[in-house]
């Protein structure tokens, strides 16, 4: 059976299969099947008794089938699919344990007394905790039970207050570590290190106009966003920025001597001595860092003792601990990976590891934390793994009846303007992401898109600067991951709209969710339609 044929059936099929409720997986696996018997072995739809003469049955272990399935227990066997379980099993310690509690208390000591402030604090600790584990689903319910009960209490607008939970709860898949990244590093083979490079500036950019369009509309119209009535004794704006610099001066104090620490081992040890000529020095660890990092040390405990005093100092501790955890497990994670140290996989194991220790250290861990936290972690992972081995079964028997190559051809070959073929690529994933889950569609869509954005001319990708042709597979993975964020707010089946309605008071229905979401949809599209102008934005950390 030709390709053509064979696409217009998956593409019927899966719409059918989906829009009578059968699950991904298991759709997918039905028409894995399907695709490979109509190219492979046809005869068994007409006369099934042929079982056995043909190029599927006819010899067990060769051919088309064995080349699946060796395809699919190579992606299963990745040793970077292990980070998965681990991204998750952190995100469910940080959201059983107190620590984002405290964060929170924290961030919003700060803010409180700016105009928006709490949805501001909402978004940033979006963003820590999207850099600590990347789990969209995890944010957004802990983000429902911390801040939006707060917001309503101080009359914020509803539409505002579950709209900036929603939005900010989901930049998990676009800062790192983030998992959509992770899967489409392992079905594309791109480097994983370097996409997540890649996507600091988009995702940390994306943010930053959440914030911004939180900021201007609370300008706009104050009465979405009232300030809480000042306490007795709070301190003032100036008092507060005081207490302010001197945690900061604490956290200098504090991280330059721990580098200072580790530098003198590396140098009592031999370790920074005779690296050789082409062998790189050892970041913040060789011996004529010590000078500077012991000026930095002294510069800190000036400024705490003799600039802002012990007293002011006392007070800027209190009010800002609850920030050293979170940015200790992002340096655990990060950290090892562009120090070099680990790869995604023992990153993700000492993240998880570090959030178990920081919660033992807070007398908060327990059997009961760590059972429930792997309980919901088999979940999740089961979840994922089905849908993997499903939709990797149905990318790769299409692929191997030439689909890719057919499509790519076709949608080449009819000339279309570059920049269209992108938008149509655009639409149709932003359409696909209110259908499906992003699983399915990086296993299944990306397969089919990425060869064929390969093959666009790339001096026509973009309209400022010109992309280099060594990195469409990384541009096209980051805008990949913009499109899937705009598709957990995507309605009619929004997964964040769900997860926030899973926690939300009662009178919060999910009309009203998804409502709050349109304007920051928009916000969302305006990240995307920058990628697309600007590609080389995604190269400039690389």
Same mark, same amino acid.
């Given at each position: 059976?030709?390709?053509?044929?064979?696409?217009?059936?998956?593409?019927?099929?899966?719409?059918?299969?989906?829009?009578?409720?059968?699950?991904?997986?298991?759709?997918?696996?039905?028409?894995?099947?399907?695709?490979?018997?109509?190219?492979?072995?046809?005869?068994?739809?007409?006369?099934?008794?042929?079982?056995?003469?043909?190029?599927?049955?006819?010899?067990?272990?060769?051919?088309?089938?064995?080349?699946?399935?060796?395809?699919?227990?190579?992606?299963?066997?990745?040793?970077?699919?292990?980070?998965?379980?681990?991204?998750?099993?952190?995100?469910?310690?940080?959201?059983?344990?107190?620590?984002?509690?405290?964060?929170?208390?924290?961030?919003?000591?700060?803010?409180?007394?700016?105009?928006?402030?709490?949805?501001?604090?909402?978004?940033?600790?979006?963003?820590?905790?999207?850099?600590?584990?990347?789990?969209?689903?995890?944010?957004?319910?802990?983000?429902?039970?911390?801040?939006?009960?707060?917001?309503?209490?101080?009359?914020?607008?509803?539409?505002?207050?579950?709209?900036?939970?929603?939005?900010?709860?989901?930049?998990?898949?676009?800062?790192?570590?983030?998992?959509?990244?992770?899967?489409?590093?392992?079905?594309?083979?791109?480097?994983?290190?370097?996409?997540?490079?890649?996507?600091?500036?988009?995702?940390?950019?994306?943010?930053?106009?959440?914030?911004?369009?939180?900021?201007?509309?609370?300008?706009?119209?104050?009465?979405?966003?009232?300030?809480?009535?000042?306490?007795?004794?709070?301190?003032?704006?100036?008092?507060?920025?005081?207490?302010?610099?001197?945690?900061?001066?604490?956290?200098?104090?504090?991280?330059?001597?721990?580098?200072?620490?580790?530098?003198?081992?590396?140098?009592?040890?031999?370790?920074?001595?005779?690296?050789?000529?082409?062998?790189?020095?050892?970041?913040?660890?060789?011996?004529?860092?010590?000078?500077?990092?012991?000026?930095?040390?002294?510069?800190?405990?000036?400024?705490?003792?003799?600039?802002?005093?012990?007293?002011?100092?006392?007070?800027?501790?209190?009010?800002?601990?609850?920030?050293?955890?979170?940015?200790?497990?992002?340096?655990?994670?990060?950290?090892?990976?562009?120090?070099?140290? &680990? #790869?995604?996989?023992?990153?993700?194991?000492? /993240? *998880?590891? +570090?959030?178990?220790?920081?919660?033992? %250290?807070? =007398?908060?861990?327990?059997?009961?934390?760590?059972?429930?936290?792997?309980?919901?972690?088999?979940?999740? &992972? #089961?979840?994922?793994?089905?849908?993997?081995? /499903? *939709?990797? +079964?149905?990318?790769?028997?299409?692929? %191997?009846? =030439?689909?890719?190559?057919?499509?790519?051809?076709?949608?080449?070959?009819?000339?279309?303007?570059?920049?269209?073929?992108?938008?149509?690529?655009?639409?149709?994933?932003?359409?696909?992401?209110?259908?499906?889950?992003?699983?399915?569609?990086?296993?299944?869509?990306?397969?089919?898109?990425?060869?064929?954005?390969?093959?666009?001319?790339?001096?026509?990708?973009?309209?400022?600067?010109?992309?280099?042709?060594?990195?469409?597979?990384?541009?096209?993975?980051?805008?990949?991951?913009?499109?899937?964020?705009?598709?957990?707010?995507?309605?009619?089946?929004?997964?964040?709209?769900?997860?926030?309605?899973?926690?939300?008071?009662?009178?919060?229905?999910?009309?009203?969710?998804?409502?709050?979401?349109?304007?920051?949809?928009?916000?969302?599209?305006?990240?995307?339609?920058?990628?697309?102008?600007?590609?080389?934005?995604?190269?400039?950390?690389?």
């Amino acid at each position: 059976m030709d390709v053509g044929t064979i696409s217009i059936v998956l593409v019927v099929a899966m719409c059918m299969l989906l829009a009578i409720g059968v699950p991904l997986a298991f759709a997918s696996f039905f028409l894995a099947v399907l695709v490979m018997v109509m190219k492979f072995e046809p005869a068994l739809l007409l006369d099934p008794f042929t079982f056995g003469e043909g190029l599927l049955t006819g010899k067990a272990g060769t051919g088309p089938l064995y080349i699946l399935t060796q395809k699919v227990f190579g992606l299963l066997t990745d040793y970077v699919m292990i980070s998965v379980p681990l991204f998750i099993f952190m995100a469910a310690l940080l959201e059983r344990s107190g620590i984002a509690k405290e964060m929170y208390k924290a961030l919003d000591y700060w803010l409180s007394s700016v105009r928006g402030g709490v949805a501001i604090v909402t978004s940033l600790m979006a963003v820590i905790m999207a850099a600590m584990s990347g789990i969209v689903g995890g944010e957004v319910v802990l983000l429902g039970l911390i801040a939006l009960p707060q917001m309503l209490k101080l009359g914020y607008n509803q539409e505002l207050a579950v709209g900036t939970i929603c939005a900010s709860g989901t930049l998990g898949t676009m800062i790192p570590p983030s998992i959509v990244l992770i899967m489409y590093g392992l079905i594309t083979e791109t480097s994983i290190k370097a996409l997540f490079t890649a996507a600091f500036l988009p995702g940390f950019m994306l943010a930053s106009f959440i914030i911004l369009y939180i900021v201007i509309r609370t300008q706009l119209h104050p009465e979405h966003a009232p300030l809480p009535d000042p306490k007795p004794g709070d301190p003032t704006g100036r008092q507060k920025m005081g207490m302010f610099g001197a945690f900061l001066s604490i956290l200098l104090a504090g991280v330059s001597a721990l580098l200072l620490l580790r530098v003198l081992f590396f140098t009592v040890t031999g370790q920074n001595a005779n690296l050789g000529e082409t062998a790189d020095p050892i970041a913040l660890g060789m011996s004529w860092h010590i000078p500077y990092l012991a000026g930095f040390v002294a510069l800190g405990l000036f400024l705490v003792y003799v600039v802002f005093g012990r007293e002011r100092s006392a007070l800027g501790w209190k009010h800002g601990k609850g920030l050293v955890p979170p940015f200790t497990v992002i340096s655990v994670v990060l950290g090892s990976i562009y120090g070099g140290i &680990t #790869g995604i996989t023992e990153a993700a194991g000492m /993240g *998880a590891f +570090a959030v178990f220790v920081i919660a033992l %250290l807070r =007398g908060e861990a327990s059997i009961g934390l760590l059972w429930d936290s792997m309980m919901r972690t088999m979940k999740s &992972t #089961g979840t994922i793994l089905w849908v993997t081995i /499903g *939709a990797a +079964a149905l990318a790769g028997s299409y692929t %191997l009846s =030439g689909g890719p190559r057919y499509i790519a051809d076709m949608i080449v070959g009819s000339e279309m303007p570059t920049m269209v073929i992108l938008l149509t690529m655009m639409v149709i994933l932003l359409f696909m992401g209110a259908f499906m889950d992003w699983v399915g569609i990086v296993l299944l869509i990306i397969p089919v898109f990425l060869p064929i954005v390969q093959r666009l001319p790339i001096e026509e990708i973009g309209f400022i600067g010109q992309l280099d042709p060594n990195m469409v597979s990384i541009w096209f993975g980051v805008l990949f991951c913009m499109n899937m964020q705009v598709s957990f707010l995507s309605p009619p089946f929004g997964p964040a709209a769900f997860y926030l309605k899973s926690v939300a008071p009662d009178h919060i229905s999910l009309t009203d969710i998804f409502k709050g979401f349109l304007p920051f949809i928009g916000v969302q599209v305006l990240a995307i339609s920058i990628l697309l102008i600007w590609p080389n934005i995604v190269t400039i950390l690389l």
